[in-house]
């Protein structure tokens, strides 16, 4: 077991930027975003990019990220990178793993056709991290594939029951192995849900993605597991650098004040 000491780690320097596009499609809409983010440069300095949709269950789209914006994401990476691509997911529905769910929703078709290696986070090796500016995870496992890679972060608009919104920030509770935060609850990453929003702060200062494309083409209105969508559908795709900063933009797009929503305005 290796354990870093995190309190002097920091390799983001993000800039408090979002960019918001008007949907017509992945294929067209999601190089436009990453375009507007001018991030071709960067993406081809990287040597291996991990794409994070969030996949809690096996429900489609507008409850999970659709297979096509990913596909739009790996295309866009190939044409101007020559980094290995990974998407890698941990779901949190217990009647479920992850390898079920990414055959459900189309992304074991999208590893085959594009040859793209899935990662079951899950099940994937673990380091332990160290921290002196948390109270809930002074010490956190983490698969060793977060920290190897440039992570892009792809999350659905929705609200959420416990958290307010899900987007970027809480897309990182798919890091967390159940072996350590399922913790005898229901859901695999149960750990969380007594202290949600001081633990999505505390768990994105060990990991956080590099950057988001948000997929808020439709977006959830009520629930982040089903319920009414956004009536008239939202039909915009949400970029940027900085999760905190895309997160509360996010919650806007929902009408909601991010400043009510404890997580986005406590760090």
């Not at 596009?21 to 291996?48: C, I, K, M, N």
């Not at 209105?221 to 905190?244: I, S, Y």
Request: hydrophobic content about 40%.
């Amino acid at each position: 077991m290796i354990v870093y000491n995190t309190d002097t780690m920091n390799r983001k320097g993000n800039e408090n930027l979002t960019k918001l596009l008007d949907f017509t499609s992945y294929e067209e809409s999601v190089p436009g975003l990453l375009r507007l983010l001018r991030a071709g440069a960067e993406l081809a300095r990287q040597r291996q990019i991990l794409i994070k949709p969030n996949l809690v269950n096996a429900s489609p789209h507008p409850v999970t990220t659709p297979v096509g914006c990913c596909e739009a994401i790996v295309k866009h990476i190939r044409r101007c990178s020559r980094a290995r691509v990974l998407i890698a997911e941990g779901c949190g529905t217990p009647d479920l793993e992850t390898p079920a769910v990414f055959e459900r929703l189309g992304y074991r078709d999208l590893s085959e056709r594009l040859h793209v290696p899935l990662v079951d986070l899950n099940q994937s090796g673990t380091v332990v991290l160290e921290r002196g500016d948390c109270e809930i995870l002074p010490r956190m496992h983490l698969p060793s594939v977060a920290l190897d890679s440039y992570v892009i972060s792809v999350p659905v608009l929705k609200v959420h029951s416990i958290a307010g919104v899900t987007g970027t920030m809480k897309n990182m509770m798919g890091f967390a192995p159940p072996e350590h935060y399922q913790c005898g609850g229901h859901w695999k990453k149960s750990f969380f849900h007594t202290r949600m929003h001081e633990s999505i702060v505390e768990l994105n200062r060990y990991v956080t993605p590099d950057l988001t494309v948000l997929d808020a083409s439709v977006g959830l209105a009520e629930f982040h597991l089903g319920g009414a969508e956004c009536d008239p559908p939202v039909r915009k795709l949400l970029g940027g650098r900085d999760p905190l900063a895309v997160d509360r933009h996010a919650a806007e797009l929902l009408g909601l004040d991010w400043r009510s929503i404890p997580h986005l305005s406590i760090r």
